[in-house]
């Protein structure tokens, strides 16, 4: 019977959007806040991917006599400043789209760092329990103990702010939240039927882990890496609005609003257009990630 | 429940020593601390004589040992930049911090709950749409630029509130709601998916067939078990505050704990961040620890573990 109803697909006409491996991505595009998170999270990878195509200005060029030109203002040869200038007068929509580039760099690179971290401490964690699990949940208490932004604040006072240590300490301090949900998950795996009959058959613990536990462990993973991304990206602002993120002259969200408080009370879109870049880059990431979470597993609480 | 308590309060002990590593690690993280401690012009001979002074010479074990015991005692070290005690310093802004963070947590809950109730009562109106949206940009927006937002409008713009110092109660608007409103979205959407998944549970619909009145069901029967997460996550949230603090305090110019240890990193003035971070990262560990004890009342499921 069942055969009689595969053989109706032929060969050649099947829709690779229809398959059965593309339900999950069908579901997700019927969520209409996902797909606009989808859509911003594009677009701002867009900008920062083509930032040297896009931008109309060099973000770093200095132009005094340019300084503070408010939004839609035009230079002596008549171009465009779509978002105005700053104190130096650097052109802002040039220096927004490459702020997004460090934001992603920084982004993606951390929740690389974080969420390795997470996933391997989660793990054994689980599997092995007992005294490991207990080691590895009280450093996870410890490590929330601490302030985020203040660790981090320390910590890079401490090393000196550069492009690297800011990546690590982001990295490095943000793996709890994996920790405990790869845990969580790996708990109740161990106990299904499917590993024990792999334990019983005489699997390595290597294998059971990577062969059954990974993959059925993935996708809530995915999901708090997605939604952990609009912290990092957030940390890394903040760090920058501090001083102590990635250096000028580099374009950077948060080192474009310390700039722009300065001249608060003259020139308004200094400060209001990189945070407005964050606010979306960030929503974006959250509708979607909501949205992964609504798909996958939607008890998972994040 | 008493096995209960001992053993969550040796796991607090546990992380509070963890949290001593942690901070004696932030300075020898470049493995010279004499050289973050003293000013970048020092000479070689000066450079010596304080690190024999300090004991930096010392097997890392051993001054680590000398911190914890100093730590204990209350002692971090004076400050290098207003030469006092670093600890007595911390606790001189400790009130100001405290108070910022306490208002911010009462206007989140006072907003977050019957907004989140509301919304999860009118589920799919114009009502809850709005509210719903206003919590996602909430949850979006970073602190710091909320900050300078309301600063450019209601203090630059309008002129009706001061944009920084401490005093008044005006004093104190811009600061509790620039820290607040993350909380205030996050506690929102608990508070409306909580009830909404009791709202549809058979004892409220129970309560209703037997002619209780909505107002009753709501606010009685169903927000007393929606609560229970709601009391967890304010203990976690205070991590989110005091964290928020260091950035609200450093843009309004509030004379508290988190502002004093940024200047303290600027100035590099080591003694002082380690007792700014010490102290703040224990004080959430204390309110943990009593909000899990106070939890176990709520909910005795809990002493089972």
Redesign the interface.
């Known amino acids: 019977m069942e055969t009689g109803a595969q053989t109706l697909r032929l060969p050649g006409t099947t829709d690779w959007w229809s398959g059965e491996s593309w339900a999950w991505a069908r579901r997700l595009a019927r969520r209409r806040t996902a797909l606009f998170g989808l859509v911003v999270i594009t677009a701002v990878g867009a900008a920062a991917l083509f930032a040297p195509v896009l931008a109309p200005f060099d973000p770093v060029e200095q132009d005094i006599s340019q300084r503070l030109k408010p939004p839609g203002g035009t230079d002596e040869r008549g171009r465009l400043h779509l978002l105005g200038t700053d104190h130096l007068g650097r052109d802002i929509l040039s220096r927004s789209l490459f702020g997004a580039r460090i934001a992603l760099l920084v982004g993606f690179s951390a929740v690389a760092i974080a969420g390795t971290l997470g996933l391997v401490t989660g793990l054994l964690s689980g599997y092995f329990g007992g005294r490991v699990d207990d080691f590895f949940m009280r450093l996870a208490d410890i490590q929330l103990a601490f302030p985020f932004i203040l660790l981090a604040i320390a910590v890079i006072g401490v090393l000196g702010p550069s492009l690297r240590n800011i990546i690590v300490v982001v990295g490095v301090s943000g793996w709890v939240v994996y920790a405990r949900i790869v845990r969580g998950e790996v708990l109740s795996l161990r106990e299904r039927e499917f590993v024990l009959a792999a334990v019983v058959l005489g699997s390595a613990h290597p294998r059971v882990i990577l062969r059954h536990i990974v993959p059925n462990a993935f996708t809530p993973w995915l999901v708090i890496a997605t939604l952990d991304m609009a912290r990092v990206i957030v940390l890394e602002s903040a760090l920058s609005f501090l001083g102590l993120g990635v250096q000028p002259p580099t374009p950077t969200w948060g080192g474009m609003l310390a700039d722009g408080r300065v001249y608060l009370s003259t020139a308004w879109w200094l400060a209001t257009f990189p945070g407005l870049a964050i606010l979306v880059t960030v929503l974006g990431i959250n509708l979607l990630g909501d949205g992964l979470r609504d798909t996958f597993d939607p008890r998972l609480k994040v | 429940m008493k096995t209960y308590l001992l053993r969550r309060l040796a ?1 607090s002990l ?2 509070l020593l ?2 001593s590593v ?1 901070v004696f690690v ?2 020898h ?2 493995g010279d601390p004499t050289l ?1 401690l003293l000013p970048p012009d020092a000479s070689a001979e000066e450079i010596a004589k304080f690190r024999r002074a300090m004991g930096f010479d010392d097997p890392l074990y051993l001054q680590y040992w000398r911190f914890l015991r100093g730590a204990l005692r209350g002692d971090f070290g004076n400050s290098l930049r207003h030469d006092e005690p670093a600890l007595a310093l911390v606790w001189q802004r400790m009130p100001a911090t405290l108070e910022l963070t306490a208002v911010a947590l009462g206007v989140a809950l006072l907003l977050a709950i019957p907004a989140g109730i509301v919304s999860a009562v009118f589920r799919n109106t114009a009502l809850d749409y709005v509210s719903t949206v206003l919590a ?2 909430g ?7 909320l900050g ?2 309301l ?2 409008v209601f203090s ?1 713009g309008l002129h009706l509130l001061p944009s920084s110092g401490r005093g008044g109660a005006a004093n104190l608007v811009l600061p509790a709601v620039t820290l607040g409103l993350f909380t205030t979205a996050r506690i929102m959407r608990l508070t409306r998916s909580g009830m909404l998944e009791v709202l549809g549970q058979d004892y409220v619909r129970t309560a209703r067939a037997k002619g209780v009145g909505e107002r009753r069901v709501v606010w009685k029967h169903a927000l007393k078990n929606a609560g229970i997460p709601i009391v967890t996550i304010v203990g976690l949230e205070l ?2 505050l ?6 609200t305090e ?2 309004f110019a509030w004379p508290g704990v ?1 502002r004093l ?2 200047q303290a ?2 100035n ?1 003035d ?1 003694p002082l ?1 380690q007792a ?2 010490f102290v ?3 004080i ?2 204390l309110v943990n620890l009593v909000v899990d004890v106070l939890y176990t009342y709520l909910d005795p499921r809990i002493r089972i573990r």
């Open positions: 796991q546990i992380v963890g949290i942690v932030i300075l993280l470049t973050l996602l940009v949850q979006a927006m970073p602190t710091f630029w300078i937002m600063i450019l630059v991590g989110t005091l964290g928020g603090a260091v950035i450093t843009i988190g240890s940024v990193i600027y590099r080591y961040v700014s971070v703040l990262a224990s959430f560990v």
